[in-house]
């Protein structure tokens, strides 16, 4: 139903990037690990061109990044095709964040039960931080949100993240317009 709430600006979002994107695409598929660590594809909206240096190497994200794809990010309008996960059984609305596959050995062992339930669009840690929070506190408010999930908190959480998009706060880490790569424990 949301989908379908939502479609006229998935539409548009989708004419905007493939206008701006440099033949890049509009949409972005990665891999990532789900419940009990199954990979799965993520579907987003596609921000960055895929632009390269002499020698191949993808350019920084802040020289790939587009305007428009900045607004669509900032606005986590790019999350939507993400629904689509939703509608597959991949993804819940509400869970745990998803993070990349090669960051699955890395985990501690409480850091690892953030995958005994199906990722979501937004969690606690998006309304907490998003990605202003140092990976320690991510994992910490991930695995709080694992033991406390309820009807009550993921509704709590959706008008957290309501509130969060048209703030637009904690989007972008003090040091990159993404999150800094998770090197482990050390």
């Known amino acids: 139903m949301i989908l379908l709430i939502v479609s006229p600006l998935f539409c548009l979002v989708a004419l905007g990037l493939f206008l701006v994107n440099k033949g890049a695409g509009i949409f972005f598929f990665q891999d990532r690990p789900g419940r009990n660590g199954m ?46 996960n939703v509608l597959k059984g ?58 406390h999930c309820s009807f009550l908190l993921d509704l709590k959480i959706i008008f957290l993240t309501i509130k969060k998009v048209f703030v637009r706060e904690g989007i972008s880490s003090k040091t990159s317009v993404t999150m800094e790569p998770f090197t482990g424990n050390n």
């Open 39 to 84: 990979i799965f594809k993520v579907i987003k909206f596609k921000t960055m061109t895929d632009e390269r240096d002499s020698e191949g190497n993808f350019l920084s994200d802040e020289k790939r990044l587009t305007k428009i794809g900045k607004f669509i990010r900032s606005t986590s309008i790019d999350e939507l095709p993400q629904l689509i």
């Open 90 to 147: 991949d993804m819940a609305l509400i869970g745990p964040r998803l993070l990349l596959p090669q960051y699955l050995p890395l985990y501690n062992r409480e850091q690892a039960r953030r995958h005994e339930v199906r990722p979501g669009i937004t969690g606690w840690a998006q309304v907490n931080g998003r990605n202003v929070i140092s990976w320690t506190k991510k994992f910490e408010l991930d695995v709080w949100y694992v033991d």
